[in-house]
């Protein structure tokens, strides 16, 4: 039962182009969305995050959206860079005790931004 | 600020052994998670530790355990392993560990079991 899902397994984008990277989820008590960045061999960097009481929220290059009634969010990177090239994980967080410290990650997206 | 410290890099064990994995979390931050990152699951939640108590455990068998020191510093162990336990073995830490609040990674053990 995945309830955070990543549906593109890869995104190819010119250097100076929009990203866009997709998640939806299925539970509706998650009520914190992040999205981290990995490079092969290292752990997730952490990147932007959105309450559930928020539509958007906006980091330099990096904007999050959040549609609560699709269960729907997706990060812009706008420009993107080749430095860009990574996997994008996009994680919940739930409410209440069985949530502590406990993120539900997707499949993860790589990301190749070509020059 | 020093970030979140793992403890081996890499690690190769047979199967049968057990083994140990350390996690030292950024100063100041109290909770610890830690995670299993494989090719066909991708990232799964083991269990989280604040204050030296697990407040939190993810579906994976009695054979994974940690614990947390009063330094907030974690450990977790394998026992009996198995070809499958082969993974990126992963620590998070932040400051409470309670939603919305960001969780840092570190760079991970890679454990091989053969």
């Known amino acids: 039962d995945q309830q955070v899902k990543q549906n593109s397994p890869s995104l190819s984008v010119q250097e100076g182009r929009i990203s866009i990277l997709n998640c939806d989820y299925t539970?509706?008590?998650?009520?914190?969305f992040l999205w981290y960045k990995k490079y092969p061999a290292e752990g997730p960097t952490f990147l932007i995050s959105?309450?559930?009481?928020?539509d958007k929220n906006e980091d330099g290059r990096f904007t999050v959206f959040l549609n609560k009634s699709a269960k729907h969010l997706s990060l812009h990177i706008v420009p993107s860079q080749p430095g860009d090239s990574a996997v994008y994980f996009c994680?919940?967080?739930?409410?209440?005790?069985?949530?502590?410290?406990?993120?539900?990650f997707g499949q993860g997206t790589i990301l190749t931004v070509h020059p | 600020k020093a970030g979140v410290t793992q403890t081996p890099r890499y690690l190769i064990k047979t199967r049968g052994q057990q083994v140990t994995l350390s996690c030292s979390p950024i100063?100041?931050?109290?909770?610890v998670s830690w995670y299993q990152q494989t090719p066909g699951q991708g990232l799964q939640f083991l269990f989280e530790?604040?204050?030296?108590?697990?407040?939190n455990k993810g579906n994976f068998p009695g054979r994974f355990s940690g614990r947390q020191f009063s330094n907030s510093r974690s450990e977790m162990n394998v026992s009996t392993l198995e070809l499958g336990d082969s993974a990126l073995y992963l620590c998070?830490?932040?400051?409470?560990?309670?939603?919305?609040?960001?969780?840092?990674f570190g760079q991970g053990t890679r454990l091989t079991v053969v």
């Open positions: 998070a830490s932040s400051r409470q560990g309670a939603v919305g609040t960001e969780a840092f």
């Open positions: 539970n509706s008590m998650f009520d914190y």
């Open positions: 959105i309450s559930s009481i928020k």
């Open positions: 994680a919940a967080e739930g409410t209440g005790g069985t949530s502590y410290g406990k993120l539900t």
């Open positions: 100063s100041g931050h109290r909770s």
């Open positions: 530790y604040f204050s030296e108590t697990q407040r």
